[in-house]
């Protein structure tokens, strides 16, 4: 195994097509935690799941560069409405990671492409500007 600094990198996105599993992994309503290793890096993201929609994102905070969750699949407010950073109070929309309170107020979490098909979790291609 190459233990050199590239094995390292903490990457902000996943190629298109990855299968992360069956939507029924991700209770809906919840959230869930996935580490992708890769020839570049690791990648850490989470996906929150709303009924048959996901919505997923790279597992870093723009305020501090933290990860969002100090638990397991805890990226979620207690009542399930938004995404919350547990290190300093942060608050997401869950639909588009907008901030909508906390440090960070206004900017937004990098949004991680992926979608429901056939039933499973694919990684998929980032939106072109």
Same mark, same amino acid.
């Not at 492409?113 to 939106?127: L, S």
């Given at each position: 195994?190459?233990?050199?600094?590239?094995?390292?990198?903490?990457?902000?996105?996943?190629?298109?097509?990855?299968?992360?599993?069956?939507?029924?992994?991700?209770?809906d309503?919840?959230?869930?935690? +996935?580490? $992708?290793?890769?020839?570049? !890096?690791?990648? =850490? !993201?989470?996906?929150?799941?709303? %009924?048959?929609?996901? =919505? !997923?994102?790279a597992?870093?905070?723009? =305020?501090?560069?933290?990860? $969002?969750?100090?638990?397991?699949?805890?990226?979620?407010?207690?009542? %399930?409405? =938004?995404?919350?950073?547990s290190?300093?109070?942060?608050? +997401?929309?869950?639909?588009? %990671? $907008?901030?909508?309170? %906390?440090?960070?107020?206004?900017?937004?979490?990098?949004?991680?492409?992926?979608?429901?098909?056939? !039933?499973?979790?694919?990684?998929?291609?980032?939106?072109?500007?």
């Open positions: 195994m190459n233990e050199g600094a590239d094995a390292q990198t903490r990457l902000t996105a996943t190629p298109a097509g990855v299968r992360l599993g069956p939507l029924e992994a991700i209770a309503g919840t959230a869930r935690n +996935f580490v $992708l290793q890769m020839r570049a !890096g690791r990648f =850490h !993201g989470f996906i929150v799941r709303r %009924g048959d929609t996901v =919505h !997923g994102y597992d870093r905070c723009p =305020h501090m560069g933290l990860p $969002l969750a100090q638990a397991l699949d805890a990226y979620l407010t207690p009542d %399930g409405t =938004h995404i919350a950073c290190w300093h109070g942060a608050v +997401f929309a869950i639909e588009n %990671g $907008l901030c909508l309170g %906390g440090p960070c107020a206004g900017q937004r979490l990098t949004p991680w492409p992926v979608t429901v098909t056939d !039933g499973q979790i694919v990684t998929a291609a980032a939106d072109q500007d």
